[in-house]
């Protein structure tokens, strides 16, 4: 894989960790989340979880939606912590594992996320995770749709988040695949399937 440089990593870093942010990566930032911000509380009650039981392996199934919506949460609630802690070694990696690089490229999405006041308004996941492995690496590839409603749109899409784990290990780590190309996460990962396809994404207004 081609090196990715400095200037472009903050991007591509809020891309791997589900943040999901459009936005200008130029400048520095001093910024240092490390806990959880209370201006912007999420009502767990409000979130509809809706696990499909009928998977082959329900307690797999059970464990990486969970720490999906774990992530998903800690996005909205800008707990870098929680994010550092289920995102996969190949994310601190690209970052030279500085932990003040991976931390300032999550405050660009907390940014627009005050800025806009988003608000994570459901979750929810209408399909069974997909499980494949190499001889590596065991995946789980899981779609998930969600509503964030903004201070002037409200917006409906389907992000899609890869767990990986080695093969024999029971910790999941993952990436947030919405917005990288199956070329970009075969780079990445070139031991995952090549006739495996990645899921389709897509964001509209309500």
Known sequence: MKQITRSSF???LIFLLGCGSQTSTDGETDNTPTSTNNSNQIDVQAISNDKNKSSDNP????VVQEDVQKMELAIFAEDAD???EYAHPIVMKLSGNDT????????KTFSIHR???AKLESL???????YVQSDINEFAIVPVKKIVKTSDRRVENLPIYV???????????YIDITHVSHQIFK????DFPADQELPKTYVKDL
């Open 10 to 12: 903050a991007l591509f």
């Open 59 to 62: 307690v797999e199934l059970e």
């Open 82 to 84: 929680a994010l550092l």
């Open 100 to 107: 003040k690089v991976f931390y300032a490229a999550l405050e």
């Open 115 to 117: 800025e806009k006041s």
């Open 124 to 130: 929810s996941f209408i399909h069974p995770p997909t």
């Open 163 to 173: 767990g990986i784990r080695p093969i024999g290990s029971s910790e999941w780590k």
């Open 187 to 190: 780079a990445i990962f070139p």
